[in-house]
């Protein structure tokens, strides 16, 4: 019988290893499909926002690396035994991928030398600020990333901890002595140690984006370096991801949740909407009571140290302090009966979530751009790429979804567009939906459910 489960992504392990790993783990059978570097430029085209990897499954598919990874954790019984702890999960993985993130220059830099000082500054700054966080995170966990025991959380590390090693050509971890037996545990794993024994291909990344990689890991291929080289492609699209498509259409009503005297909820977040609206708009709608704490710009360099990783937003319930902004909202998500039906449905959600985080991304850069010549290039860009591409792509997965984001009906997912979308007029200086009217439309309904709407005209008055 031909496997249930199809996975797509390059010849490398990257960001689809998590996903090998667990269903290795879980003794779950799926079709390993690789792409060679070569083929890609014409299969691009015909995946999700030209994006790998991707989960097939009984006709569906399903995109964005983290997504499919939480979908097949549940599978595979790695996820939280309650929703509490699926926020700590899944705040510890978004850190994780922070960390990871800090990287994303080097792999489209073509510089030699300007790669080199990516990477020391990675060493010197990113390590050394994330590692002993984690390392004590781990070690307040008796040797796990979350929870105290064992998760996907640990399978996160252990495949995307070696790429620290890999690009800056150092044992990254010979100091952190928690964080290494963390990952070696899980290496260990009778399933994952044979995989790791028996796969394809060891490489965590194209080992040509860096001459130190080739010299120090493949000196004893078979090709000559000068072969490789002319064979080589880029990883160009190997850290990015992508969402797929339902068509139901269910209206879901708010939900009301009974509210205690003093509220059981408190969120932390800068004087401005910014990445903490999106909870606001969930607890808003589901009539969750919640102090709403609102850091002064002047203020942060006093309260920065007392906050997890130093970021907000956090959210604090019962004597539990957790950060991650997505994480968050997923958890809150769940308590206003905002998520899907089940856990493919979850995966659709997260998937497209992660495709709308992907675009606020693109933006990001000008937040922190003090040069204003420099910023308007960003923005030109924004306008000319960025935006061209994503938004006829997402316009026509809400028409497909009947005017809905994802699954056919109104979910978390909605809440996110309408939050983060406006922040794209303010940084572009348009009306960037001007010529989408399902995305306009899909962010108007979500605005205009009675609680959102009120919300928005009492909430403080901010550019953000």
């Known amino acids: 019988m031909a496997p249930a489960y199809k996975l797509t992504y390059f010849e490398y392990t990257g960001l689809a290893e998590v996903s090998r790993f667990l269903m290795k783990f879980g003794g779950i059978d799926f079709e390993d499909c690789r792409i060679k570097m070569e083929e890609w430029p014409q299969l691009k085209a015909k995946f999700p ?74 060493k ?68 994952v140690k044979k995989w790791i024994d028996e796969r394809p291909n060891n490489l965590h990344i194209n080992p040509l984006r860096s001459t130190h990689i080739l010299e120090k890991y493949y000196k004893n291929i078979k090709h000559t370096i000068k072969q490789i080289r002319d064979n080589a492609w880029c990883l160009v699209g190997a850290y990015k991801n992508h969402l797929s498509i339902s068509d139901r259409l269910v209206v879901l009503e708010p939900v009301k949740v009974k509210q205690t005297m003093a509220p059981a909820y408190k969120l932390t977040y800068f004087d401005g909407r910014g990445l903490a609206e999106t909870s606001r708009f969930l607890m808003k709608y589901g009539g969750i009571d919640f102090e709403d704490c609102r850091i002064k710009r002047e203020e942060w360099p006093q309260w920065k140290p007392k906050f997890p990783f130093g970021q907000v937003p956090v959210l604090e319930h019962k004597g539990k302090v957790v950060g991650q902004s997505i994480a968050i909202a997923r958890y809150l998500a769940k308590q206003v009966k905002l998520v899907g039906n089940d856990d493919w449905e979850n995966l659709e959600i997260d998937a497209i979530v992660d495709t709308i985080n992907d675009l606020r991304m693109k933006h990001a850069a000008w937040f922190y751009e003090p040069d204003e010549a420099k910023k308007k290039v960003i923005i030109e860009n924004i306008k000319k790429d960025t935006l061209p591409y994503y938004l006829p792509r997402l316009e026509e997965i809400v028409k497909k979804n009947k005017g809905f984001l994802a699954v056919g009906r109104l979910t978390w997912a909605d809440f996110y567009w309408a939050t983060v979308s406006q922040v794209f007029d303010v940084v572009n200086g348009i009306d960037t939906l001007a010529n989408y009217p399902e995305l306009k439309a899909a962010r108007e309904r979500v605005n205009s459910l009675p609680a959102i709407k009120k919300w928005i005209e009492v909430r403080p008055k901010t550019d953000f």
């Open 49 to 122: 926002f030209g994006q790998v990897p991707v989960l097939e499954y009984k006709g569906k598919i399903a995109c964005q690396s983290l997504a499919i990874a939480r979908y097949l954790a549940k599978q595979v019984k790695l996820s939280g035994n309650d929703d509490w702890e699926n926020l700590e999960i899944d705040a510890t993985i978004d850190t994780i991928n922070d960390l990871r993130m800090k990287l994303a220059t080097w792999w489209f830099e073509a510089d030699e030398a300007k790669k080199k000082l990516i990477v020391e500054n990675f």
């Open 124 to 191: 010197k700054d990113n390590l050394s600020y994330y590692l002993p966080r984690l390392e004590a995170i781990v070690k307040k966990n008796k040797g796990f990333l979350a929870v105290g025991r064992l998760t996907w959380a640990d399978f996160y590390w252990a495949t995307i901890s070696p790429v620290f090693d890999m690009v800056t050509g150092i044992d990254a971890l010979a100091d952190y002595p928690e964080l290494k037996a963390a990952r070696e545990r899980v290496n260990a794993l009778p399933a």
